[in-house]
């Protein structure tokens, strides 16, 4: 794969998503804010290369050359040069479109953006850009280094000469595509998020403890992780974000967040990035 990647943002999806291309040929530039940043993601990246080659599922050489085709930089025109963008920044509206108002105005003309939003509308990204037809949604799952989905996006003026292309480029990254109609929460979310806000309820109002809630999904849907679990997980502010997301843009009852899990998020339980959330980890 000799195309050339951007990838703003250098979380933990953003870096994931930035390896997967690194490790099929691809010359990739991660983008962030600071130096602060790209110092603790070089790390990161390291840290979790090596753990990989300790494990056996990666070798010395595929984690040199997994490094050697990556770059860092603070400098959105850095990116100029990109055949692919791929937005990976925090999950908010205006932040995104802030992004790619800046994007469409720095990159080539025939350069696809794509943004890896979970649940924002690819449509009203696009609307600050000249030319929205290039903007599509490429939605990788957590660690994009291992699953293999990638729901794909069209809003409304996505063409299907991008279409075809961010494809093609999934495609050569090693992860399988859905194609989605752009909708609140795409596919995966639209049927997980509300799953989890009813486990949260169950678990609320006493039905069951919340390790057998976890164990019933487990056993009974042989779902690898239980709901609970996999909300601290994703972290339980992007449930809740999700949840407010289904609701204000569907005005649909059944999508309205449980206020336990609003309760949770006001407290700052979060789940495993804060050390608590429905479960406990600093023990």
């Known amino acids: 794969m000799n195309e050339r990647i951007a990838v703003i943002g250098a979380g933990t999806m953003g870096l994931d998503i930035a390896t997967a291309f690194a490790g099929v040929g691809a010359s990739v530039i991660v983008r962030d804010i600071s130096e602060e940043i790209i110092s603790k993601a070089r790390v990161r990246l390291e840290a979790g290369l090596d753990r990989r080659v300790a494990k056996g599922k990666l070798s010395g050489e595929e984690r040199n050359a997994i490094l050697s085709n990556m770059s860092f930089t603070t400098e959105l025109g850095?990116?100029?040069?990109?055949?692919?963008?791929?937005?990976?920044?925090v999950e908010r509206a205006d932040i995104?479109?802030?992004?790619?108002?800046q994007l469409d105005s720095v990159c080539r003309e025939d350069a696809?953006?794509?943004?890896?939003?979970?649940?924002?509308?690819?449509t009203d990204i696009a609307s600050v850009t000249k030319h929205p037809e290039r903007v599509v949604g490429m939605h990788f799952f957590?660690?994009?280094t291992v699953m293999k989905l990638t729901e794909l996006i069209r809003g409304v003026f996505t063409s299907d000469e991008v279409y075809a292309?961010?494809?093609?480029?999934?495609?050569?990254?090693?992860?399988?595509?859905?194609?989605?109609n752009e909708c609140p929460g795409f596919v995966v979310n639209r049927l997980l998020i509300p799953m989890i806000n009813e486990a949260v309820g169950l678990w609320a109002e006493g039905i069951a403890s919340k390790e057998d809630i976890d164990t019933a999904m487990k056993l009974g849907c042989n779902h690898p992780m239980g709901p609970l679990a996999l909300a601290d997980m994703i972290?339980?502010?992007?449930c809740l974000f999700i949840m407010d997301t289904?609701?204000?843009?569907?005005?649909?009852?059944?999508?309205?967040?449980?206020?336990?899990?609003?309760q949770l998020v006001r407290a700052g339980l979060m789940g495993r990035k804060t050390g608590r959330g429905i479960y406990d980890y600093t023990k």
């Open 78 to 89: 850095d990116c100029k040069d990109a055949d692919l963008v791929i937005e990976a920044a």
């Open 96 to 101: 995104k479109k802030h992004i790619f108002l």
């Open 112 to 122: 696809i953006l794509a943004s890896n939003t979970s649940s924002i509308s690819i």
């Open 142 to 144: 957590n660690p994009a």
């Open 165 to 180: 292309k961010a494809r093609a480029f999934a495609e050569a990254a090693g992860k399988t595509p859905v194609e989605v």
């Open 235 to 238: 972290g339980l502010d992007v």
């Open 246 to 262: 289904l609701y204000t843009e569907t005005c649909d009852s059944k999508y309205r967040a449980h206020t336990k899990l609003r």
